[in-house]
């Protein structure tokens, strides 16, 4: 957040606005704990840590879902991406686990990839489409039943057990930012995302080969899901159906809460981040305050709209 | 034919966020008269009948309809008072039927609900007027061809019962047999007392149609007059006349390089129809003509982004046309296009300048699969430097600087690619006098560096200022060279005109 202070610009504002909210949610909750049980878990290491775990498969769908958003697209076939890696990778078990996850989401990617700028068919249609597909040939592969497959070790060890006291999938998750953060800042492919997202006529003009862009994307996109698909099924030792069903609009919120142009072209990732840390806490907070699940929905629902009225408008005035 | 004037323009001014469109323009015409107006790009001519159809409100000035005073705030009241335009762009909606569109406006009703069967008649009745019987009036506009709704659009128009028509370049895209019913159709519309205002770039056509013509300079209305009363010389010299007010580095001795672009009999969809030239190193080479004859579509086929250019193309030793701009730019052909509108297709207005800069040379400041922040930003101070781009930081945004600058920052970023041919899709339109003259100057140490340049401008004195030869344009294809002293308004007015035609027209 230091550097985000340094140099204040309109993008920053979302960030500064969700990071202040995130402080609002904890001294809001802090209070409701400090008068009810008398104590202050929110601030306690355990919590945090705790809620950063959860955090991790969320964070990692969206830092995926933020390289699409920022072309202007959208990938909507991130639920059944996530479930399909999941079960791939825990029907091939063995070393193998992890690649046929990962290759899963490569698949996915590149499917979705091509759909969307080669065959020029909305996004918003085509990774709908891809996610049907995902779900039916899984339940086809499962039979409609539940897996039996165990997640492998190594799975069970990336998503649930700790290292020096903080548990491994934070640091999945921070590897993933890294590579995400220096793709978009310092490779050629990164910048093309953003320029690509602003203007794809213009874009296309400097010699940009913007399809490959859009291919990258959802390969990245397809990666990260497929990632997450694995970790969770390590968390919960299996895969089951419809176990992405509560990432999709969890993430496309994040990114777009943290600053993220709906339509393209601008967004930091670090606004992804808080954006993450935003909800995981909101859901949290609401779930300490025994608030019954029809009223979380519409809070949950409301502060999305509410942060999104609030910065908004002035990031779309900046399209020009 | 009385002698009051249908229509009459007095002192009618028009600005547009400080350039003039019009100034003080005087204009009249009659009853039962087809009136040409001439003149060349930016000249008033569109923004003259935008006002007399009620899409503009004049600045200052009034405008009569049979002695009355008017004043159209909208196309709407333009017409139900009998002016009538058909303009360049189609009005039409393409997934409504012929019916439905030609009673767009005001449809015939019964209980309030639209009458299909009287829409349909009356259809039927306006497109036999205008000879187009074979038009289904329950066809959808979409599935027609581009002459057929054009006859759409002036069948809508006749729909109107005007007292005057405007036609704004409405033969374009005409077929030989429907320009001649078109004719027909002005002739009967001259018989029944209709005034008509026809606006073309087709000198031949305006012989043939019109009784009086009107020219039109620099927003000024020069002169009007009877046909007949002046030569196609004397004509083009009204429409020229023009102060020079721009200055131009020296060109060096003329002596023809090698040819480094040649491309040979280019024909892309109609749009180019066999356009043949050749560009040497260290040349600049003029396209002329008027807007839209194949000038745009040109430079994108050279560039890679047209499919299914026929023709051969060959840069250097390279023979083919690139595929993409990503093939065009690199080795060994390293083209660039400097495009049309800046906005939109040559910068991504709300990234910074200096991601600007290096949207077409990232691995120019790569080490590796990472760009280098230190090489990245040498990189932007050196073009920045090289064309005094003024701006405050390179990290604000490309849109906060003036559109002469913008235009820098385009030329910058191509640059920076080092290229060997250079295109040019009218570099200075929109910009300010001391940013053009500073690109002329650029552009001729380019081409003392060696590179071969391809320069289309819609301004002529830029043509004559800056080229060492210039190629004119006119229905798809190169119809004269011009080089040396042959460079000059008349020449590239007459040839713009095709006035010495000798290539297939629509018209003869």
Not at chain 1, 290 to 318: F, H, K, N, W
Not at chain 2, 15 to 41: M, P, Q, T, W, Y
Not at chain 2, 230 to 235: A, V
Not at chain 2, 273 to 288: C, D, F, N
Request: aromatic share 6%.
């Amino acid at each position: 957040m230091q550097s985000a202070l340094l140099h204040l610009r309109s993008e920053d504002k979302p960030v500064l606005v969700s990071a202040g909210f995130i402080v609002v949610i904890l001294v809001l909750g802090t209070i409701y704990t400090l008068y009810t049980q008398g104590t202050a878990p929110l601030f306690s290491p355990n919590y945090l840590l705790q809620q950063l775990q959860t955090g991790a498969f969320l964070g990692i769908v969206a830092a995926g879902m933020m390289m699409v958003i920022l072309l202007g697209h959208i990938d909507l076939s991130i639920p059944w991406t996530l479930t399909a890696a999941a079960m791939m990778a825990t029907a091939v078990g063995g070393d193998l686990a992890l690649p046929t996850g990962i290759a899963v989401g490569i698949a996915v990617g590149l499917v979705n990839g091509i759909g969307v700028a080669y065959l020029r068919i909305p996004s918003m249609i085509f990774t709908l489409g891809v996610d049907s597909v995902m779900r039916g040939l899984m339940v086809w592969h499962t039979g409609g039943f539940a897996p039996q497959d165990q997640a492998t070790p190594l799975m069970r060890f990336l998503a649930a057990e700790k290292l020096f006291g903080v548990p491994v999938a934070i640091f999945v998750w921070a590897a993933v930012s890294v590579v995400i953060v220096l793709l978009l800042s310092r490779t050629a492919f990164g910048r093309s995302i953003y320029a690509t997202g602003n203007r794809e006529a213009a874009a296309y003009l400097s010699g940009i080969r913007t399809r490959w862009v859009i291919v990258g994307a959802f390969v990245a996109s397809g990666v990260c899901a497929a990632t997450a698909g694995i970790l969770l099924a390590g968390y919960s030792t299996k895969a089951y159906q419809g176990m992405g069903n509560a990432y999709l609009l969890p993430a496309i919120a994040a990114v777009v809460i943290g600053g993220t142009r709906i339509l393209g072209g601008q967004g930091r990732y670090i606004g992804t981040l808080v954006g993450v840390t935003l909800i995981v806490l909101l859901n949290s907070v609401l779930s300490i305050m025994q608030m019954p699940e029809a009223g979380r929905q519409v809070i949950y629902g409301s502060v999305i709209v509410g942060m999104l009225l609030v910065y908004g408008r002035d990031t779309r005035s900046l399209s020009g | 034919m009385s002698d009051q004037p249908f229509l009459q323009l007095t002192g009618i001014s028009k600005h547009f966020a400080g350039a003039r469109a019009l100034e003080n323009v005087d204009f009249a015409c009659k009853r039962g008269s087809i009136h040409a107006v001439l003149g060349e790009n930016g000249a008033g001519k569109s923004t003259l009948i935008k006002i007399i159809a009620g899409v503009l409100e004049p600045d200052s000035g009034a405008m009569f309809l049979e002695g009355q005073q008017v004043r159209f705030s909208n196309p709407a009241e333009a017409n139900s008072a009998g002016v009538v335009c058909i303009f360049q762009e189609l009005s039409l909606v393409p997934d409504l039927t012929v019916a439905d569109n030609i009673s767009l406006a005001a449809p015939p009703l019964k209980f309030g609900m639209i009458d299909r069967r009287a829409q349909y008649r009356f259809a039927e009745a306006v497109l036999a007027r205008i000879k187009c019987e074979d038009v289904d009036p329950n066809a959808l506009v979409k599935d027609l061809s581009l002459s057929r709704r054009q006859m759409v659009e002036i069948a809508k128009a006749v729909g109107k019962s005007p007292k005057l028509l405007i036609l704004d370049e409405a033969t374009s895209a005409l077929t030989r047999k429907d320009v001649e019913t078109v004719y027909g159709l002005l002739e009967d519309l001259r018989q029944d007392n209709v005034a008509s205002l026809f606006i073309s770039h087709r000198m031949n056509e305006v012989e043939r149609l019109c009784d009086t013509l009107s020219v039109f300079r620099n927003g000024r209305h020069v002169e009007t007059f009877t046909k007949g009363t002046k030569t196609d010389r004397e004509i083009v010299r009204l429409m020229i006349g023009r102060e020079v007010d721009a200055h131009f580095p020296p060109k060096p001795q003329a002596e023809r390089t090698a040819p480094h672009l040649q491309f040979n009999d280019l024909s892309w969809e109609g749009r180019l129809k066999g356009a043949s030239l050749s560009v040497g190193k260290g040349e600049i080479v003029g396209l002329g003509g008027l807007d839209g004859q194949g000038q745009k579509e040109l430079m994108l086929a050279l560039f890679g982004v047209l499919r299914g250019v026929e023709g051969t193309v060959k840069v250097g030793e390279k023979t083919g046309a690139p595929l993409s701009p990503a093939a065009a730019k690199r080795e060994p052909r390293r083209i660039c296009l400097v495009p049309e509108d800046r906005k939109t297709e040559g910068l991504m207005l709300p990234m910074s300048i200096s991601d600007n800069l290096l949207a077409a040379s990232y691995s120019r400041v790569s080490v590796g699969p990472f760009i280098d922040p230190a090489l990245e930003s040498e990189a932007v101070d050196a073009a920045i430097a090289k064309l005094q781009i003024k701006l405050g930081s390179p990290q604000d945004a490309v849109a906060t600087l003036s559109g002469g600058n913008q235009q820098k920052v385009v030329i910058a970023k191509w640059l920076m690619t080092d290229p060997d041919v250079i295109l040019l899709n009218d570099p200075t339109r929109g910009i300010d006098v001391g940013t053009k003259q500073e690109i002329y100057r650029l552009m001729r140490e380019l081409a003392d560096e060696g590179r071969a340049i391809l320069f289309y401008s819609t301004d002529y004195a830029e043509l004559i200022g800056c080229c060492d030869r210039v190629a004119i344009m006119y229905d798809g294809s190169i119809v004269a060279e011009l080089a040396g002293a042959a460079i000059n308004e008349e020449a590239i007015i007459g040839a713009s005109l095709n006035l010495h035609a000798s290539g297939p027209e629509a018209v003869s």
